[in-house]
């Protein structure tokens, strides 16, 4: 059965730093993509960052690029994200999610969009105050 099982959520001002982990149990970890979405109250699940299998392609959403970093750690089965100059509209809660696994192809250059993710942490809340 697989797990992924967010953390490192929490509250923090304007401008401070956030890392997010994501581990992920009862999958080949290493040949699956990844991504994080969030998603703030009364508004749709919107994708932030994506890394592929191998950790050699990344892309980010326009809000956050810049800000924002992926990475994986594929001896721990770990996915991060450092989240840096956070503002209040990053407020929302954090999903790490797992493609459909196999090295699937991922060039980069724009984020895996939300359909091709098979499996779905719980979330983690993130909360930035002004």
């Known amino acids: 059965q697989v797990h992924l099982v967010e953390s490192g959520g929490g509250l923090v001002q304007a401008g401070g730093s956030l890392r997010l982990s994501c581990t992920a149990s009862g999958l080949r970890f290493h040949t699956y993509s990844m991504g994080w979405f969030r998603q703030a109250p009364g508004k749709e699940r919107d994708g932030v960052s994506c890394?592929?299998?191998?950790?050699?392609?990344?892309d980010y959403g326009d809000s956050v690029k810049g800000r924002f970093t992926i990475s994986r750690d594929n001896a721990k089965n770990t996915l991060y994200l450092q989240m840096n100059s956070l503002k209040p509209e990053d407020t929302a809660m954090y999903y790490c999610?797992?493609?459909?696994?196999?090295?699937?192809?991922?060039?980069?250059?724009?984020?895996?969009?939300?359909?091709?993710?098979?499996?779905w942490g719980q979330g983690t809340q993130v909360t930035v105050s002004s």
């Open positions: 890394i592929s299998w191998s950790g050699g392609s990344i």
């Open positions: 999610a797992a493609d459909a696994g196999g090295r699937k192809y991922y060039s980069g250059g724009y984020l895996i969009p939300e359909y091709e993710y098979r499996y």
